[in-house]
């Protein structure tokens, strides 16, 4: 997979002469949508992350269809996709033909984040659409049953590191999961029935149990952080220091014994500043992952079908 990088041809002030309202209009569009769904800002960076790691961030993500990544499992509960059409649709009135898909994405995801009590920064801009789906690289997805060793292999292969994966799980300081995502760890652990997973804290088990009941509705909403799940902030950080981080993919960043990546955690636990400075340096490099620039591509009118 390319990585951009100075030759990616992104710059944070690509839309200076063609949009230069762009960031302004994207925000006006997100502070409305959460007048609507409270749940908005975590719902818009997780369909960036889940754009970025299936072949680049190229908007493949939001094409309809039948055989397309959006109807593939890993992002069957991924949701927020009115809310880009709504930015879409504010741009072309504003720049009709000029800002892409792919960068209302980052934009968003950069928004969504700051206008949720997290970190602001610079994004650089200038990515161009794909013009089809990748369903058969879904698998590029991180998924909450991955083993530490996977997870990090996963980030090693688009150019992150340890210090990108620790920061960018941090995102699930706000939002919500699904209890289907994990009842494994409450009743069935490593495939033994009625074992719970040793490294999730007993009362916080209890807890979860009696939230996402056996033979309950598998698609109930949990928070993340169970105590300000609407706000980004470190608090993700001190759970997993508790054993109270939700998913296991969450928890095992602090309870793999001898993982580099249990260091950082406690950074990350101990100063909010370190995390946001991480988090945002982490969230540009994943924005650089495989952009088509200049000729390549296109930028889509609608976010949903090609031109």
């Known amino acids: 997979m390319m990585l951009g990088g100075s030759n990616a041809q992104l710059s944070a002030t690509f839309y200076a002469k063609t949009c230069p309202n762009v960031s302004s209009?994207?925000?006006?569009?997100?502070?409305?949508?959460?007048?609507?769904?409270?749940?908005?800002?975590?719902?818009?960076?997780?369909?960036?992350?889940?754009?970025?790691?299936?072949?680049?961030?190229?908007?493949?993500?939001?094409?309809?269809?039948?055989?397309?990544?959006?109807?593939?499992?890993?992002?069957?509960?991924?949701?927020?996709?009115?809310v880009i059409d709504d930015i879409k649709t504010a741009l072309e009135k504003a720049c009709p033909g000029v800002v892409s898909c792919a960068d209302i994405l980052a934009l968003s995801a950069q928004l969504s984040v700051f206008l949720g009590g997290g970190p602001t920064w610079q994004v650089p801009l200038g990515r161009r659409d794909?013009?089809?789906?990748?369903?058969?690289?879904?698998?590029?997805?991180?998924?909450?049953?991955?083993?530490?060793?996977?997870?990090?292999?996963?980030?090693?292969?688009?150019?992150?590191?340890?210090?990108?994966?620790?920061a960018l799980s941090g995102v699930h300081t706000f939002g919500r999961a699904q209890c289907a995502v994990f009842m494994d760890r409450l009743y069935n652990f490593n495939n033994v029935s009625g074992s719970v997973d040793p490294t999730l804290n007993a009362t916080y088990a209890t807890t979860l149990q009696g939230q996402c009941p056996k033979g309950g509705d598998v698609t109930s909403l949990i928070d993340l952080d169970e105590q300000t799940s609407l706000t980004f902030d470190n608090?993700?950080?001190?759970?997993?220091?508790?054993r109270r981080g939700l998913l296991q993919s969450d928890q095992e960043l602090f309870s793999t014994n001898g993982a580099e990546t249990v260091a950082i955690v406690n950074r990350f636990a101990s100063s909010q500043s370190q995390f946001f400075s991480s988090f945002a340096k982490a969230m540009i490099k994943m924005g650089n992952i495989s952009p088509l620039t200049g000729s390549n591509g296109e930028v889509r009118l609608d976010c949903r079908k090609i031109n």
């Open 235 to 242: 608090k993700y950080f001190l759970n997993l220091q508790n």
């Open 130 to 166: 794909s013009r089809t789906a990748h369903r058969d690289e879904i698998g590029g997805i991180p998924s909450q049953h991955d083993s530490l060793a996977n997870l990090a292999a996963r980030f090693k292969s688009v150019g992150l590191d340890s210090t990108d994966l620790v």
């Open 25 to 82: 209009i994207v925000r006006s569009v997100l502070k409305q949508a959460q007048g609507n769904d409270i749940w908005i800002f975590p719902k818009i960076v997780r369909l960036h992350f889940h754009d970025c790691f299936v072949n680049g961030c190229d908007a493949s993500l939001l094409l309809n269809g039948t055989n397309t990544e959006k109807t593939a499992p890993p992002n069957l509960s991924t949701d927020g996709y009115a």
